[in-house]
């Protein structure tokens, strides 16, 4: 289905505007759970630019702007830092790549909505086609070759490729707990407490 845009695409690709909702099938019990503990852990700004490959100008003017803000904690002032989730990474990556392509920062938005409404396993199954100017959801191998047969997606991004590049990268940088503030090295905080019985041992 189309994210943005007015064109028509091919069938099972339908224009989806702003304000829309989709028909998403549950997350299995899994995923949920994953999902959950990930959000006990957040990221600051430096880390969240290094695993999405982008400036800290553009995290602060995306914040700013209200197209990708910490789900976390926003900035409070200038003694707070932001702290961003393990998904907002993900749709901070995705966004640069749309930017990339010449997607316009209009329909970015739209699609950074629609990004967040979504269930974790809905991200990780989802390709975002895009012509660069209408960017388009597509759930099954069948709809991206319908969009590219129909000539209009020009270029692919796979979300769950993306969710893999972004959990690699910050698996080597420093996350934070949310609940205690306490700095973990990488993503995984089973990993630390290993590293710290090594270190004991």
Not at 64 to 92: K, N, W
Request: proline share 4%.
């Amino acid at each position: 289905m189309a994210i943005t845009g007015d064109g028509m695409a091919a069938e099972g690709a339908l224009p989806l505007h702003a304000g829309a909702t989709a028909n998403c099938a549950p997350a299995p019990a899994a995923a949920v759970s994953g999902d959950c503990e990930a959000q006990n852990i957040g990221y600051r700004g430096p880390t969240a630019c290094a695993a999405a490959g982008i400036t800290y100008r553009q995290l602060d003017y995306w914040a700013r702007t209200g197209l990708v803000e910490p789900s976390i904690r926003p900035a409070y002032g200038s003694g707070t830092q932001r702290l961003y989730s393990f998904r907002d990474v993900v749709v901070l990556k995705i966004v640069k790549r749309l930017l990339d392509t010449g997607v316009s920062l209009q329909n970015i938005r739209t699609a950074v909505q629609h990004l967040r409404a979504r269930g974790l396993a809905d991200l990780t199954r989802m390709t975002l086609m895009s012509d660069g100017a209408t960017v388009y959801e597509c759930t099954s191998p069948d709809q991206v070759v319908d969009l590219l047969q129909g000539g209009q997606g020009v270029f692919g991004i796979a979300v769950g490729v993306v969710w893999r590049d972004v959990e690699g990268a910050l698996s080597q940088l420093h996350g934070e707990r949310v609940d205690t503030g306490e700095t973990l090295i990488g993503k995984n905080p089973h990993d630390e407490l290993a590293r710290r019985r090594n270190r004991a041992g």
